[in-house]
């Protein structure tokens, strides 16, 4: 991209965005609507870097991005397949080593850097060819590296596998070496989704009025055998409905929440790090029983077109999740740029405040208009 051309991507305003100072990161414009929590940003944007600006326009965006009251940007830096930052992981590629650039550029314009990683979903060809036990496997014998679910790039890792949970544990710690980073954010923690969201079915040209087991994950040789252990029982053989089972149900919560609370949580607090991650509302439909999980913050996805639902359902999610967390930690509301107009944008971000959120995070930079962008900055600046 040239500089013209990026230029007339930032929107006309983007000169005066320039001119503008770098911002505190709790500023006395911000809105005081949302109740701070200490060591955290209350507004949050996800993106997914584009590869190739210069610093000076990074430094642009990224004025962009805090005049607007934002204060932390969650970059994409592993995307199933390679990296952007110096990983030091043989096995996982290094696109370019973008992130270690993008942090001082960031703290300068007053924004925090939480680093975006996917964690189970796992596309790198040599682990693949390498590592054939390493995926999870569905209900039907089926392993994910080679009938992957809904699409081609849900080849999901069994969260049961010793050295599946040293490799996602590995990509953490090699975050928490990185100086400056202010966190870590998990995405993708979970295995496939077992029943989609409503309004996504149709897309796929599938009805799932039950759990079917072509979408039920894992039964991997790992899996069973740990909870043949643990009960005596082989799921796949000995239950005639095992995804029915509570226990076994149970048994792949926790498989997923031993991951983090035992291996990821230690691995960024060693160095000093906040974690977090994306969630899904309808947590029993992938497995992730993430109330239980040590995390500093959730960010759950409340997308609400995918559910066939409207904006009060946000803020009626938000209620629950706190609640299934005893009200014990924060809650940002994760909204979906694409189903929210800019007139609806700020409604979406009341309702949330309202119903007990901490703040909110956008998906994405690049689904942002100029007219979002207006919403937003006149939404947290009037509280």
């Known amino acids: ?19 503008l100072p770098a911002l505190p990161s709790c500023d006395a414009n911000r809105s005081s609507a949302y109740e701070r929590v200490e060591g955290l940003p209350t507004n949050w944007l996800w993106m997914r870097p584009e590869l190739g600006l210069s610093d000076d326009q990074w430094k642009q965006i990224f004025g962009k991005i805090r005049a607007a009251g934002i204060e932390a940007v969650l970059p994409q830096i592993f995307n199933s397949h390679e990296a952007l930052f110096q990983i030091g992981l043989p096995e996982v590629p290094v696109k370019e080593p973008l992130l270690e650039r993008l942090i001082p550029l960031a703290h300068e314009a007053g924004l925090q850097v939480h680093a975006w990683m996917w964690s189970m979903p796992c596309n790198i060809p040599e682990i693949i060819e390498k590592h054939p036990d390493w995926f999870a496997v569905n209900g039907k014998g089926e392993p994910a590296h080679e009938k992957p679910a809904y699409v081609d790039y849900y080849k999901f890792l069994c969260p049961c596998h010793p050295e599946v949970q040293s490799f996602v544990q590995a990509r953490v710690e090699a975050l928490g070496r990185i100086d400056g980073l202010d966190g870590i954010h998990l995405d993708y923690i979970r295995v496939p989704d077992v029943i989609l969201a409503e309004g996504l079915q149709p897309k796929y040209g599938i009805v799932q009025d039950r759990e079917y087991p072509e979408y039920d994950y894992s039964y991997s040789n790992y899996c069973r055998e740990q909870f043949k252990a643990q009960t005596g029982i082989d799921p796949l053989t000995d239950l005639e409905a095992p995804s029915q089972n509570e226990a076994w149900r149970q048994f792949r919560y926790d498989a997923v929440s031993s991951l983090v609370n035992e291996k990821l949580v230690p691995a960024a607090r060693r160095h000093g790090k906040k974690i977090t991650a994306a969630v899904f509302p309808n947590w029993e439909s992938v497995r992730q029983q993430w109330h239980k999980w040590d995390l500093d913050a959730f960010l759950p996805m409340l997308y609400q077109g995918f559910y066939n639902e409207d904006i009060a359902w946000i803020g009626e999610q938000v209620k629950a999740g706190l609640g299934r967390l005893n009200n014990e930690k924060p ?15 700020p409604r979406a971000m009341e309702v949330s405040r309202k119903a007990g959120a901490a703040g909110i995070c956008l998906f994405d930079y690049s689904s942002l208009t100029e007219d979002h962008w207006a919403a937003v900055k006149a939404a947290l600046r009037t509280g």
């Open 1 to 19: 991209m040239n500089k013209r051309q990026f230029l007339r991507t930032l929107g006309k305003g983007a000169l005066a965005w320039m001119a």
């Open 331 to 345: 809650i940002y509301s994760g909204l979906f740029i694409p189903h929210l107009s800019p007139e609806e944008l």
